[in-house]
Nanobody, 123 residues
Framework: QVQLVESGGGLVQAGGSLRLSCAAS????????MGWFRQAPGKEREFVAA????????DYADSVKGRFTISRDNAKNTVYLQMNSLKPEDTAVYYC????????????????WGQGTQVTVSS
């Protein structure tokens, strides 16, 4: 069973930046697609970004395109989410997840989830 641990959340002013990290346990990280999701208070969890097994393909929610960048370092078993030009509506708990396949799409089969990290953007 893989363990996913997110870090890097915090409080930031609108227009600022944060970089989230998600460290995965185990030796099979490099063969799976990974994704980031978020859940704001009172709202359903939503897709943010995804990256395939080797980082060659990425996908983003329209709301974050051009502001967020997903990347991965397979040597470090870590996936990142660089968030720039943050807005108050980006406030949420951010979760990383591992797909059951090498690919990752918004409707992928994400079977493993981290505990989440809080991101709060003040206006």
């Amino acid at each position: 069973q893989v363990q996913l641990v997110e870090s890097g959340g915090g409080l930031v002013q609108a227009g600022g930046s944060l970089r989230l990290s998600c460290a995965a346990s185990g030796r099979t990280f490099s063969i799976y697609g990974m994704g980031w999701f978020r859940q704001a208070p009172g709202k359903e969890r939503e897709f943010v970004a995804a990256i395939n097994w080797n980082g060659g393909n990425t996908d983003y929610a329209d709301s974050v395109k051009g502001r967020f960048t997903i990347s991965r370092d397979n040597a470090k078993n870590t996936v990142y989410l660089q968030m720039n030009s943050l807005k108050p509506e980006d406030t949420a708990v951010y979760y990383c997840a591992r797909d059951k396949t090498p690919w990752a799409t918004p409707n992928g089969d994400f079977g493993s989830w981290g505990q989440g990290t809080q991101v709060t953007v003040s206006s």
